[in-house]
Structure formats: structure tokens, C-alpha cells
């Protein structure tokens, strides 16, 4: 279990891609420190196991599968890319977002920024067959970022519009700071509002 409190900004070494995987590697020395084969490592928010790791440059290497590679940005990653990293909360240890799982549920596209005095509004779309886990004051991950929902635009027969306010220090210390219009991101809807409605329908 993660937090969506991004403790490094990483980078992509190389994707390898395969039929219907891929292996990525990544340098991130802060989430490699204490790291094994076996462990896990959130990247851009979707949760990857550690199969090789190479200590002295801090890099390692997870295998994509297919359906993460269809649920998220990472079929695009490219070297060079800069992404947010994150290890698992430990036991004990302080739950400074929300609980986010690592499982993307699909990707957004960031629609507009609007810079405010020292804080910034990003705007990005949610799929319409997410958009109803997403309500305004709860939270959403985004690239693997526990994040505020400000408001919740619902636009009949197309995705909603999720609006977000991101301070100094989440535009500074994650990818979110560099994400422009056009481009995608990760989405991760709380769990709780899932488990909540298969409870309802139940």
C-alpha cells in the first residue's frame, strides 16, 4: 500500500518492450536504498515489482504487463522521462495522503493550468466510468500524487472535468509541476467509493 506522498523524482533508464509486456528500468537512488527483488515501487502511481537491481547506480528493473501497459501512460515512457517514485507505506508508519494501491484505473488528460499567487489549479479529464468514484473534497491519485479534488464537472455523454489545486511544494517535487496540456496522466480513484458500490449493487 502507498500513500501518493512521492518521496523521489526518478528517471526512466530504458523500456524494453516485448509482444505483450515490457521491462522498464529506473534510477531513483533514494527508493533503491533499501530495496530487494521482490519489492515494490510505485512508479508514476502504478505499483512494480523490483526483479533487478543494480545498487552502485541505483537503477532498477520491473517487468509491465499487458494490462498495465493498456491502463496507464507507461507504454509511452521514454528514456529520459522523469517520474514520480514512491515505496510502500511501512507498518506503523504515517498515512500522509490516502490509501492508494499502485492500481491505475486509467488515464486522464491534463485539459488547462491556472496559476494562482503560490499555488496552481490543473485541470484534467477522468474517464465518464470513473468520474463517478470522484467527488469534490475527496481524493484521487494522479501519477501516483494523493491529491484534493476541488470540483467535479460532469459533461453528459463525454469524460468529467477534475479540478485539482497543487501547492509549491507538489509542483516542485513531482512530475506534476511539468505536466502541460495535452499530455497524460495516471489515475487512480479511491477504493473505497469501488467497494463501497459493489456492496450497494450487492
Same mark, same amino acid.
Given at each position: 500500500?502507498?500513500?501518493?506522498?512521492?518521496?523521489?523524482?526518478?528517471?526512466?533508464?530504458?523500456?524494453?518492450?516485448? +509482444?505483450?509486456?515490457?521491462?522498464?528500468?529506473?534510477?531513483?537512488?533514494?527508493?533503491?536504498?533499501?530495496?530487494?527483488?521482490?519489492?515494490?515501487?510505485?512508479? $508514476?502511481?502504478?505499483?512494480?515489482?523490483?526483479?533487478?537491481?543494480?545498487?552502485?547506480?541505483?537503477?532498477?528493473?520491473?517487468?509491465?504487463?499487458?494490462?498495465?501497459?493498456?491502463?496507464?501512460?507507461?507504454?509511452?515512457?521514454?528514456?529520459?522521462?522523469?517520474? $514520480?517514485?514512491?515505496?510502500?507505506?511501512?507498518?506503523?508508519? +504515517?498515512?500522509?495522503?490516502?490509501?492508494?494501491?499502485?492500481?491505475?484505473?486509467?488515464?486522464?488528460?491534463?485539459?488547462?493550468?491556472?496559476?494562482?499567487? +503560490?499555488?496552481?489549479?490543473?485541470?484534467?479529464?477522468?474517464?465518464?466510468?470513473?468520474?463517478?468514484?470522484?467527488?469534490?473534497?475527496?481524493?484521487?491519485?494522479?501519477?501516483?500524487?494523493?491529491?484534493?479534488?476541488?470540483?467535479?464537472?460532469?459533461?453528459?455523454?463525454?469524460?468529467?472535468?477534475?479540478?485539482?489545486?497543487?501547492?509549491?511544494?507538489?509542483?516542485?517535487?513531482?512530475?506534476?509541476?511539468?505536466?502541460?496540456?495535452?499530455?497524460?496522466? $495516471?489515475?487512480?480513484?479511491?477504493?473505497?467509493?469501488?467497494?463501497?458500490?459493489?456492496?450497494?449493487?450487492?
Amino acid at each position: 500500500m502507498f500513500t501518493g506522498i512521492v518521496e523521489e523524482l526518478g528517471e526512466v533508464v530504458r523500456l524494453d518492450p516485448g +509482444r505483450e509486456s515490457a521491462r522498464i528500468t529506473v534510477r531513483g537512488p533514494v527508493v533503491t536504498s533499501d530495496a530487494a527483488p521482490g519489492a515494490s515501487i510505485a512508479v $508514476n502511481g502504478v505499483c512494480l515489482t523490483v526483479v533487478e537491481l543494480v545498487s552502485d547506480e541505483g537503477t532498477f528493473s520491473a517487468d509491465v504487463m499487458a494490462e498495465t501497459l493498456r491502463r496507464s501512460s507507461l507504454a509511452g515512457a521514454v528514456p529520459g522521462a522523469r517520474v $514520480n517514485l514512491e515505496r510502500p507505506v511501512p507498518a506503523g508508519g +504515517r498515512l500522509g495522503g490516502h490509501v492508494v494501491q499502485g492500481h491505475v484505473d486509467g488515464t486522464g488528460v491534463v485539459v488547462e493550468r491556472v496559476p494562482g499567487e +503560490r499555488w496552481e489549479l490543473v485541470r484534467f479529464t477522468v474517464p465518464a466510468a470513473l468520474a463517478r468514484y470522484v467527488v469534490a473534497k475527496g481524493s484521487i491519485a494522479v501519477d501516483g500524487v494523493s491529491l484534493t479534488v476541488v470540483s467535479v464537472e460532469d459533461r453528459p455523454g463525454d469524460d468529467a472535468v477534475v479540478t485539482v489545486s497543487l501547492i509549491p511544494e507538489t509542483i516542485q517535487r513531482t512530475t506534476l509541476g511539468r505536466r502541460a496540456p495535452g499530455e497524460a496522466v $495516471n489515475l487512480e480513484v479511491d477504493v473505497l467509493a469501488k467497494y463501497v458500490e459493489r456492496l450497494v449493487h450487492a
